[in-house]
T-cell receptor, first 112, second 110 residues
Framework: KAGVTQTPRYLIKTRGQQVTLSCSPI?????VSWYQQTPGQGLQFLFE???????NKGNFPGRFSGRQFSNSRSEMNVSTLELGDSALYLC???????????FGSGTQLSVL | GIQVEQSPPDLILQEGANSTLRCNFS?????LQWFHQNPWGQLINLFY???GTKQNGRLSATTVATERYSLLYISSSQTTDSGVYFC????????????FGSGTQLTVLP
C-alpha cells in the first residue's frame, strides 16, 4: 500500500503570495489532517477533513484554509503569505478505526 | 485543551545503551501515539498505545492511563535511532485533535 504522498517537497515564495499544498492519503483512509511544524512552536494542528467536510480546526488565522475532494485527496491553501508561515507542513491520514496516524514527508515552505 | 509534556528534551547515548523517554499528559486520553522523526523530517508511527504495553523489536512502550503518563523504551540503541521522538494524544473529552509534545531529541553516538 502506498503511503501518504505530499507535493511539492519544497516551495519558495515571497511575502504576499499564496500557496497550495497537496496531500494524497493512504488508499481507503478518509480522514486527512494537516500540521505545521516550526522550531519555535513545534507541531501544531491546522485542521482535519473527513468525507469532504472539515471536522476540526486549530487556532490558525483564516488565511489558512483547506479542502478535501471526493477521492479523499486534500489541499491546503495559505493566502497572503507572511515570513512566519515558513515551516514544514505535514499531512497525515487515519483509517476507519481512528487509531494510528500516518504522515507524509511534508512540504518545506520558505517565505522570503 | 490537553497538555502533553515530554522529558528529557535532549538525550545523548553511546551505541548499545538503553534509554527511557517519558510523556505526561494532563487529561484522560482515548488515543496516544509515539512517533520518530528522522533527520529528513519524516514522522514514523511507532506505537498506538492509549493503555497497556506493546513491544516492537528493540522498542517498547507502556501507558499508565490512570496516572497519565507513557514511557518509550529503546534498548541496545543504534545510530539510526537518532532523531526526535514525539508523543501525541487525543483527550477523551475533546474533538479529534492530536496534541503533540515538544519532543525528545535523541543522539546516538557510534
Amino acid at each position: 500500500k502506498a503511503g501518504v504522498t505530499q507535493t511539492p517537497r519544497y516551495l519558495i515564495k515571497t511575502r504576499g503570495q499564496q500557496v497550495t499544498l497537496s496531500c494524497s492519503p493512504i488508499s481507503g483512509h478518509r480522514s486527512v489532517s494537516w500540521y505545521q511544524q516550526t522550531p519555535g512552536q513545534g507541531l501544531q494542528f491546522l485542521f482535519e477533513y473527513f468525507s469532504e467536510t472539515q471536522r476540526n480546526k486549530g487556532n490558525f488565522p483564516g488565511r489558512f484554509s483547506g479542502r478535501q475532494f471526493s477521492n479523499s485527496r486534500s489541499e491546503m491553501n495559505v493566502s497572503t503569505l507572511e515570513l512566519g508561515d515558513s515551516a514544514l507542513y505535514l499531512c497525515a491520514s487515519m483509517g476507519q478505526g481512528g487509531e494510528k496516524l500516518f504522515f507524509g514527508s511534508g512540504t518545506q515552505l520558505s517565505v522570503l | 485543551g490537553i497538555q502533553v509534556e515530554q522529558s528529557p528534551p535532549d538525550l545523548i547515548l553511546q551505541e548499545g545503551a538503553n534509554s527511557t523517554l517519558r510523556c505526561n499528559f494532563s487529561d484522560s486520553v482515548n488515543n496516544l501515539q509515539w512517533f520518530h522523526q528522522n533527520p529528513w523530517g519524516q514522522l514514523i508511527n511507532l506505537f498506538y498505545i492509549p493503555s497497556g504495553t506493546k513491544q516492537n523489536g528493540r522498542l517498547s512502550a507502556t501507558t499508565v492511563a490512570t496516572e497519565r503518563y507513557s514511557l518509550l523504551y529503546i534498548s541496545s540503541s543504534q545510530t539510526t535511532d537518532s532523531g526526535v521522538y514525539f508523543c501525541a494524544a487525543i483527550s477523551s473529552g475533546s474533538a479529534r485533535q492530536l496534541t503533540f509534545g515538544s519532543g525528545t531529541q535523541l543522539t546516538v553516538l557510534p
